[in-house]
């Protein structure tokens, strides 16, 4: 049993910058990765950004060089410092933890960049 919280979500002008956190309680000693997915309006969800098992960092085309994945073991939390945000990058943007056979999911929180 895993619960994630997201934060950090809000209104921003094209080019600006948001950094979201989840935080993750419960069994946390089962997680072993932990990610950023999105979903904008009348699409479907998609991986933003992960950690691989062995600790590398991946992140979707659209936004390498913008988005960057961290994470504080000691605080069972996860960061998405997003750049130069672009409208495009509207979503809602949702944290995944997996753990075991488990995929647990945030409430999400909404990101809207205006142009």
């Known amino acids: 049993q895993v619960q994630l919280v997201e934060s950090g979500g809000g209104l921003v002008q094209a080019g600006g910058s948001l950094r979201l956190s989840c935080t993750a309680s419960g069994s946390i000693f089962s997680i072993n990765a932990m990610d950023w997915y999105r979903q904008a309006p009348g699409k479907q969800r998609e991986l933003v950004a992960s950690?691989?098992?062995?600790?590398?960092?991946n992140y979707a085309d659209s936004v390498k060089g913008r988005f960057t994945i961290s994470r504080d073991n000691a605080k069972n939390t996860v960061y998405l410092q997003m750049n130069s945000l672009k409208p495009e990058d509207t979503a809602v943007y949702y944290c995944s933890a997996v753990g075991g056979v488990y995929h647990y999911w945030g409430q999400g929180t909404q990101v809207t960049v205006s142009s």
């Open positions: 950690f691989t098992d062995g600790g590398r960092t």
